[in-house]
């Protein structure tokens, strides 16, 4: 298992190392782990690579992710606890936090992997060429992000309109 | 001002003469009108109280129970025949049809003489079974009259009948005694509940055929308190067939006899109430239920009278009024003893069987009335009163309603139930989290596009 993901770091690394100004700080670290490394030390490795190399925004869609697994959780379990006395309240207060999740889930696809997809080995010097073909067969950031609030203000309507 | 009298006049003859709730042409079959005058002051009491008395005998031509085929007479009195039936206009089949079209029946036997086959077959048609020889009488060797009955020990003397259940109300009771001359047993079927006995015969009483003496252990039908002396029938239109064992106890000679039992002392016959108590009640003076109004509504204050439509779970009340004919007024009806009159909310089956409480009372009639919640189920219910009891005309009341569901703007709101607040609270953190998000999202977006553009 850690040598993959050692792998895969040091991939997802190498283009970032090429597209933002932090990479040279990035390689300067721990970039290897050792064959014999304990999970500790795996866990604090994969979590210090995570929390250098992602952009700021996914860190942040992170964030609310997690936010919206901890609610959806806190939701479940008062149900699996109290009862299910209002059940629409159930399903559209869980729903909400679900739906919310996948949606983010969807946005946190369509604006991270623009990056992390492109191969800039390959492309060498046309790097901006490849990140207008990237995006012309994609979608924008802004695009994305639009259709997030319009898909997140019907589920809200519904989830409120249901709760009655 | 003389019409105004003669207006009056007839008020006062209307409120004097006492009269039945189902009319009062009254039709006495008499075989031998010579033994007429035998029966005078139960004639003339009849009259008293109001009925038509039209005395006639079977044989003869004008008599007809029927008139363009209704009903001629209201009442109908035999008394028992000497000869082998009642003629052709009184066969089985047309009694049965007087009792069809509501017609009342008072049937006298005698023990002197065998009954005649016809009568025979007519109270088979109703369960009432006679003995099998129809020529036995009831002796018992305590309670008979020693002045008159001596050797024989035929003429019972017994107490008048309490109520038949503590739930029934008693019609027929009363201080003093009964000399009943001469009884014909009756026997009823076990599992028909339109029959009830009014009188049975004491526990210490047999059947006795006279002529052939004391039958063979496995002849005996009946002994005891299983033979009866009075037995009575309500059809389920209510009307009433009533066998009176022995014609002799209606006689003049019996209303004013005075009796004494092997152990008790001389004392005068209550025959003639307990005949007026026994027509009274054969022809409908008694025991007459009505239902007067029948009220339902939501229990809201100025909720509508009487709606077509309920929804679940609805406080509902339910009203009504029942009078009880007594002689020749309308009074208000009192359950007997720990009966209860109940009220079934029903489709198909009752989701409630409710007492009905009596909550008031009118001049005629008493109020009952229950609340209850509508179940959580609808469909088409109705509201039934369902009351048959002995000696009482059926009450079969049944109101039809609709009962709906909820309509969507009927549940309550989900913030008046404290147990949805955890999923409310939930459901607005992911909204206000949502928002918080985007801010933050919009913020956060120019540093690194400017950096990626610049690049």
Known sequence: MAPKRHAASTTSAAPSAITTPAAPKLSSGPATLKANASAAEIAQHVWHQYSSTTPQRTLLLDAFMAFLVLVGGLQFLYCVLAGNYPFNAFLSGFGAAVGQFVLTASLRMQTSDSGVGSKPSSKGKNARFADEVEEGTGTSHERAFADYIFGSLILHFFCINFIN | ?455
Request: charged fraction near 20%; aromatic fraction near 10%; proline fraction near 6%.
């Open chain 2, 1 to 455: 001002m003389r019409w105004c009298l003669a207006l009056l006049v007839c008020c006062l003859l209307a409120a004097v003469n006492a009269l039945s709730s189902s009319g009062s042409r009254l039709l006495a079959v008499l075989e031998d009108t010579d033994q007429k005058d035998l029966y005078s002051t139960l004639w003339a009491d009849l009259e008293a109280r109001g009925y038509d008395v039209s005395i006639e005998s079977p044989k003869s031509d004008q008599l007809a129970l029927f008139k363009h085929g209704e009903r001629a007479y209201d009442h109908l009195l035999i008394l028992p025949p000497k000869s082998k039936g009642l003629g052709p206009s009184l066969t089985p089949k047309h009694i049965v049809d007087f009792m069809n079209k509501d017609g009342n029946i008072l049937l006298a036997l005698s023990g002197k003489a065998s009954t005649s086959s016809a009568v025979s077959s007519l109270l088979l048609e109703l369960d009432i079974h006679l003995a099998n020889d129809r020529s036995a009488v009831v002796i018992d060797h305590f309670n008979y009259d020693t002045l008159s009955a001596a050797e024989k020990h035929d003429v019972l003397v017994l107490q008048r009948p309490g109520p038949l259940r503590t739930d029934v109300k008693a019609f027929f009771d009363g201080e003093g005694v009964l000399a009943l001359p001469r009884v014909a047993p009756q026997t009823l079927g076990g599992e028909s509940t339109l029959l009830a006995p009014i009188l049975s015969a004491p526990a210490t009483a047999y059947s006795y055929n006279p002529k052939e003496g004391v039958p063979a252990p496995e002849d005996i039908l009946a002994t005891g308190s299983q033979l009866n002396i009075v037995s009575s029938m309500q059809a389920r239109n209510s009307a009433r067939f009533t066998v009176l064992g022995s014609v002799e106890a209606l006689e003049d000679k019996w209303f004013s006899a005075s009796v004494k039992t092997p152990s008790g002392t001389e004392t005068p016959t209550v025959n003639r109430e307990f005949a007026k108590q026994l027509t009274a009640w054969a022809f409908k003076e008694t025991g007459v239920l009505k239902v007067d109004k029948v009220e339902h509504r939501l229990a809201t204050e100025g909720s509508e009278l009487n709606p077509s439509i309920y929804r679940i779970k609805n406080e509902t009340v339910y009203k009504i009024e029942v009078s009880e004919y007594v002689y020749d007024k309308w009074v208000p009806f009192e359950l007997p003893g720990d009966d209860e009159l109940q009220l079934e909310f029903t489709m198909l089956s009752p989701f409630h069987r409710l007492p009905l409480k009596p909550i008031g009372r009118t001049e005629t009639s008493t109020i009952f009335s229950a609340q209850f919640v509508t179940p959580d189920q609808h469909g088409i219910f109705s509201f039934r009163v369902n009351y048959k009891r002995p000696f009482f005309t059926a009450i079969e009341e049944k109101h039809e309603v609709t009962v709906r569901h909820f309509a969507h703007d009927e549940y309550p709101r989900s913030w008046v139930i404290t147990g949805g607040w955890v999923w409310i609270a939930g459901l607005w953190a992911v909204i206000g989290g949502f928002l918080a998000f985007v801010v933050v999202w919009l913020y956060s977006a120019p540093v690194a596009d400017k950096l990626k553009k610049t690049q």
